[in-house]
């Protein structure tokens, strides 16, 4: 059974801070890996994908992917009460195919 | 921006009863998908479709579950006979062709509540 595994939260960060959320993936196999933002009732939202190895930055966040340690984390940057939300990390195999989600952190940014 | 939309937002069905979900997914993608979430839970891939059947398919779409593409715009997931554990939020998805999951797009989706 794939599994990508996220500790649910809460986690509590001052506004201006760094948040930092991790995620582990059983599947060797996975090939791409990604981060949604959810709102309450709301579609997970995209906010970065990593296929290699190392860092990736985009604005304030920064995907981080250590295959060989099989975690992905996501670290975002002068946090803003707007960041409040459930962030979801995903692995997908191959192109095209399903992703895998994990259950989500759920991150509350103090104002 | 294109979008993939989705209708209706909410349905509320008794359970035994059939439900239809509709999707359009954008416009030049080629493959869709259907997931959901139950409240509190994580998003689960349900099944995904290209060239008219389906790619794959998880253990929880099962025989009550059918999906079609009926005409060149949407793309349908079908409930025949709904159950209380079917209560949940549904998303469709749709990817362009070789784009893997960073141009997976997904719709609103369509809160289904089973009495």
């Known amino acids: 059974q794939k599994e990508v595994e996220q500790n649910s939260g809460p986690l509590s960060v001052p506004e201006g801070a760094i948040a930092s959320l991790n995620c582990t993936y059983s599947?060797?196999?996975?090939?791409?890996f990604f981060w949604y933002r959810q709102y309450s009732g709301k579609s997970p939202e995209l906010i970065m994908f990593i296929y290699s190895n190392g860092d990736k930055e985009d604005g304030r966040f920064t995907a981080q992917l250590n295959k060989a340690s099989q975690y992905v984390s996501l670290l975002i940057r002068d946090s803003q009460p707007s960041d409040s939300a459930t962030y979801l990390c995903?692995?997908?195999?191959?192109?095209?195919?399903?992703?895998?989600f994990g259950k989500g952190t759920r991150l509350h940014i103090l104002p | 921006e294109p979008e993939v939309t989705q209708t209706p937002s909410h349905q509320v069905t008794q359970m035994g009863q059939e439900v239809i979900l509709r999707c359009v997914p954008i416009?030049?993608?080629?493959?869709f998908y259907w997931y959901r979430q139950i409240l509190g839970q994580k998003v689960e891939f349900l099944v995904s479709?290209?060239?008219?059947?389906?790619?794959?398919k998880s253990e929880i779409f099962d025989d009550q579950f059918s999906v079609e593409r009926p005409d060149g715009s949407n793309f349908t997931l079908k409930i025949r006979s709904t159950k209380l554990e079917d209560s949940a939020m549904y998303f469709c998805?749709?990817?362009?062709?070789?784009?893997?999951?960073?141009?997976?797009?997904f719709g609103p989706g369509t809160r289904l509540l089973v009495l």
């Open positions: 998805a749709s990817s362009e062709p070789g784009g893997g999951g960073e141009t997976q797009y």
């Open positions: 995903a692995a997908e195999m191959n192109r095209d195919d399903k992703i895998i």
């Open positions: 479709f290209y060239n008219n059947e389906i790619s794959e």
């Open positions: 599947d060797r196999g996975s090939q791409s």
């Open positions: 416009s030049n993608h080629l493959y």
